[in-house]
């Protein structure tokens, strides 16, 4: 059983004058111990995804299984358990991960306090040494960096050791040395404690540090960037130094197939073959392959 199943997810937001569907028959497997990225542009449905998957948001149809858990038909009292037990998040907005008055130790003990964890302090201590900030366990988060903050933020939501960890933007407000901290963290947190991870970025550098990139579009699902090599073995080439130039081509682009028979084409694509959109393509079947071509006007015939 997968970790996460999205099947043709829906979630529309209504205000009075309109209706807004912000997931159009989405699907999505992520298997337990994975590590995977989501990307896409502003409006895309990524940040929606995300509320639904950390329980703060309700799905409008569509199934939604979460470590077998039926997020569709979850109760109040399963939620709060839920949010407690299978799942931590780390927001982009340092401001919502940390409160101002505790130190980072403490911050990183609350959530235990819900849960009835003893030796709390301990754990504390142990998940601040996980990332590297022992020694910042006094300091308050106007005494802290960004990164620090975001580090500090990656410790809260393992306070109760969860089985997914989900990360909207973590890197948004950071710079890239500290970027990359972040993302090597996670690479560390899955391999070690097989976390389930997912994470939102717009950064297409820092998405080539997973194994796994789905990119979402206009609601649904559009393609996913599938690792071409293992990143430790890349990790190795690039220390070695056994390449002259780098291969930025570490993935290989699968374009989705829907339950509808649809599929979205990559803007480039879209782009090289002039094509307006919404429009029509000539398809046809050469030697196995599906070849799409412009349709040609009559005046071209």
Known sequence: MAMIECENLVKIYKTRDIEVMALQGLDLNVEEGELMAMIGKSGSGKSTLMNLLGGLDSPTAGKLRVDGIDMTRITKKGLVRYKRETVGFVWQNNARNMLPYLTAEENVMLPMCFSGTKKRRERALELLEMVGLAKRRGNKLT??????????????????????????????????????????????????????????????????????????????????????????????????QANAERNEHTHTELIVLDRAGRLQLPAEYISELRLSTPGRVRADIEEGRIVLAKEQEKNEA
């Open 143 to 240: 005494e802290l960096s960004g990164g620090e903050q975001q580090r500090v933020a990656i410790a809260i939501a393992l306070a109760n050791s969860p089985k997914i960890l989900l990360a909207d933007e973590p890197t948004g407000a950071v710079d890239t040395q500290t970027s990359d901290m972040i993302f090597d963290l996670f690479r560390d947190l899955n391999r070690n404690a097989k976390l389930t991870i997912v994470t939102v970025t717009h950064d297409r550098r820092l998405s080539g540090k997973v194994d796994r990139v789905v990119n979402i579009r206009d609601g649904k699902t559009s393609s996913e960037f599938i690792r071409n090599i293992s990143y430790a073995a890349e990790l190795a080439a690039m220390q070695s």
